[in-house]
């Protein structure tokens, strides 16, 4: 047995079935407690930053402390063109006219985001995991170093506790991740056609280790118009609104422009009324007036669509170069700071811990970052091309999940 696992085995076989009710229970005599304080400290003792080297060098004895098997990454073209493999039943008769094509268009633009969705969502839950990984890492060597702290009687039971209590939160947040990983891997093999576990596995391994950074794009002065060239059914419904008003004739609509105008004039909060006689009594006139104002509101929606997608791409570009060029080098530095310092003997290893929390949690929220700019700029692709998108908001990072419970 070598030296330093002997010197361990000698802390852990004292620390072996001890509980932190049973530490406060148990009686020792002053010489057994000096013994036990001086093994520990003299394994403490061999590795230069005590504790905490002490602890990886524990960890890193497990088997389990290898690294995943890497993997020709899979590119996004490649998941795209086994997307389309499951679709031949869509293709188009050569026959088919300008509505069966347009029709064929959006469904193709509906599965393609779709795809991309699922794509981005995949790759984000299986790094988020893997980030995960590491936080539980940090919470379970915090953990050891709170019960070596609890035997020795450097502290309290209930000074422990929260400790204990972190551990049992990142583990349990561990499943979640692990539970939403597993859905959006089966999604994205779903659309690709992929089952059988080991193909699941499989398709894991291949995942990239990140989103790749889109493309900046630059603002269109144009894009509305530019997004309606690809939407044939709005240019046929505005042709039906002119002919329905043309039909109607100029002096009606005159007529029936200044009854409105002097009606709502002397109205009060109380619904309009309309009495109006022959003017309102023309069916024909009464379908081009609520044809007009749906399709007047159907215009100003889709205005509304282009600019929010638009800005909300913006929104998540910002985010995603502030998360990865600002705030994550920022917390790389500041645990480099405090590794320096603690092995400087100026900070405390839970000063070290909660220094890598810190980063975990930037890293976490660069990643959600990514995603939501990944998601935002395949959306805007789709509107512009004449499919249909859901806005959504822009994820806004979520503050620090929680530290090592201090033992300064």
């Given amino acids: 047995m070598k030296p330093l696992f002997r010197a361990t085995s000698v802390v852990l076989a004292g620390l072996a079935g001890l509980t932190l009710a049973a530490a406060q229970a148990e009686t020792l005599s002053t010489a057994q407690a000096l013994e036990r304080w001086r093994a520990a400290n003299q394994a403490v003792g061999e590795f230069p930053r005590g504790h905490i080297d002490l602890l990886r060098w524990e960890q890193a004895q497990s088997p389990a402390s290898a690294g995943p098997t890497v993997m020709d990454p899979l590119a996004w073209t490649d998941v795209w063109r086994s997307i389309q493999r499951q679709r031949a039943e ?17 469904q193709w633009l509906a599965l393609q985001q779709q795809a991309q969705h699922a794509w981005a969502n ?6 988020l995991l893997r980030v995960q990984a590491e936080r539980v890492h940090a919470a379970r060597t915090a953990l050891s170093l709170g019960e070596r702290m609890v035997a020795l009687g450097h502290w309290s039971a209930a000074r422990g506790i929260p400790v204990q209590l972190t551990s049992v939160q990142e583990a349990a947040a561990e499943l979640a991740l692990q539970a939403q990983a597993q859905a959006a ?9 992929v089952s059988g576990a080991d193909d699941l596995a499989s398709l894991a391994k291949r995942l990239p280790q990140q989103l790749p950074l889109p493309s900046t794009l630059s603002a269109l002065p144009d894009a509305e118009a530019l997004a309606l060239k690809q939407r044939p059914e709005m240019r046929w419904q505005s042709e039906a609104v002119a002919r329905e008003i043309k039909a109607i004739g100029d002096g009606q609509w005159r007529t029936w422009a200044q009854a409105r105008d002097a009606l709502l004039q002397g109205q009060s909060n109380d619904p309009p009324q309309w009495p109006m006689g022959n003017v309102l009594g023309d069916h024909a006139l009464n379908k081009a007036i609520a044809t007009r104002a749906a399709w007047e509101r159907e215009q100003r929606a889709f205005a509304r669509t282009v600019r929010q997608a638009w800005q909300q791409l913006e929104r ?19 645990e ?3 590794l320096l310092r603690y092995n400087g003997m100026l900070q405390s290893t839970w000063e070290l811990i909660d220094a890598a929390h810190a980063r975990l949690n930037a890293q976490a929220d660069a990643l959600q970052a990514r995603q939501a700019h990944w ?23 979520a503050n620090e999940r929680g530290s090592a419970a201090k033992g300064h």
Wanted: glycine share 4%; aromatic share 2%.
């Fill in 185 to 193: 891997l089966e999604a994205l093999a779903d659309l690709m056609g």
């Fill in 316 to 334: 998540a570009r910002t985010m995603d170069v502030l998360m990865h060029e600002q705030r994550l080098p920022l917390n790389q530095q500041a």
């Fill in 375 to 397: 998601l935002a700029h395949a959306d805007w692709h789709t509107l512009m091309a004449g499919g249909d998108i859901e806005l959504a908001s822009t994820p806004v990072p």
């Fill in 122 to 127: 995949a790759i984000t839950q299986q790094v």
């Fill in 336 to 338: 480099q700071e405090t």
């Fill in 90 to 106: 869509w293709v188009l008769p050569p026959a088919a006219n300008a509505l069966e094509r347009r029709q064929a268009q959006r």
